[in-house]
Nanobody, 129 residues
Framework: QVQLVESGGGLVQAGGSLRLSCAAS????????VGWFRQAPGKEREFVAG????????YYTDSVRVRFTISRDNTENTVYLQMNSLKPEDTAVYYC??????????????????????WGQGTQVTVSS
């Protein structure tokens, strides 16, 4: 069973940047699709970004598409979310999640939260106006 730990959240002014990290332990993430989700107070959890097992495919929700970048470093067993031009509406708890996928699905990005096998505890991101 993989354990995921997010870090890098904090308080930032609008227009600023943060880089979130999702570090895995227990096993390698090399066979996983990994996603970032967020949940704001009073709102449902939403998909933010995902990267395929191969790293070849990424996908973003429309509201972050040109501002956020997801990447993975399998040597570090870590997935990152670089967030630029942050807006107050990006304020939320950010979670990373991992799903083991077969080699035949190595280019697939999982956007459905129920399909993920493991979740981190979340990291708070607060963007002030």
């Amino acid at each position: 069973q993989v354990q995921l730990v997010e870090s890098g959240g904090g308080l930032v002014q609008a227009g600023g940047s943060l880089r979130l990290s999702c570090a895995a332990s227990g096993r390698t993430l090399g066979s996983d699709a990994v996603g970032w989700f967020r949940q704001a107070p009073g709102k449902e959890r939403e998909f933010v970004a995902g990267v395929s097992r191969s790293g070849y495919t990424t996908y973003y929700t429309d509201s972050v598409r040109v501002r956020f970048t997801i990447s993975r470093d399998n040597t570090e067993n870590t997935v990152y979310l670089q967030m630029n031009s942050l807006k107050p509406e990006d304020t939320a708890v950010y979670y990373c999640a991992a799903e083991q996928v077969s080699y035949s699905r190595r280019h697939f990005v999982q956007k459905v939260d129920d399909e993920y096998d493991a979740w981190g505890q979340g990291t708070q991101v607060t963007v002030s106006s």
